[in-house]
């Protein structure tokens, strides 16, 4: 059975660091990418962070230069990306999930969710 969990939130002072992992068990038939997105209070949820299994990544412009993707594959039914996220902001503050999807195109390209983690960047 397919399984997204999320780790490694918590509150972090504004320049601070913190790192989020997702472990993804089971088999995502169709996979081919594996991303964070959060949502703040009121806001949409949006892609913060991609990778897919060729290692093609992709930011939204308000983390580039601060946060880093990565993946881990260590065999075909577990996969572990990382969130490594620097000089974080008061803005940055939402929950952040983990999804696992077919592409990166577009959030509906990905069918299945984590249940969030929370990030409080205090200022």
């Known amino acids: 059975q397919e399984e997204l969990v999320e780790s490694g939130g918590g509150l972090v002072e504004a320049g601070g660091t913190l790192r989020l992992t997702c472990q993804a068990s089971?088999?995502?038939?169709?996979?081919?990418?594996m991303a964070w997105f959060r949502q703040a209070p009121g806001k949409q949820r949006e892609l913060v962070a991609g990778?897919?299994?060729?290692?093609?990544?992709?930011?939204?412009d308000s983390v580039k230069g601060r946060f880093s993707i990565s993946r881990d594959n260590t065999d075909n039914t577990k996969n572990t990306v990382h969130l490594q996220m620097n000089s974080t902001k008061p803005e940055d503050t939402a929950v952040y999930y983990c999804?696992?999807?077919?592409?990166?195109?577009?959030?509906?390209?990905?069918?299945?969710w984590g249940q969030g983690t929370q990030v409080i960047v205090s200022s």
């Open positions: 089971g088999i995502f038939f169709g996979a081919n990418a």
């Open positions: 999804a696992v999807g077919r592409s990166m195109d577009t959030i509906h390209s990905f069918a299945d």
């Open positions: 990778i897919t299994t060729g290692g093609d990544v992709v930011y939204t």
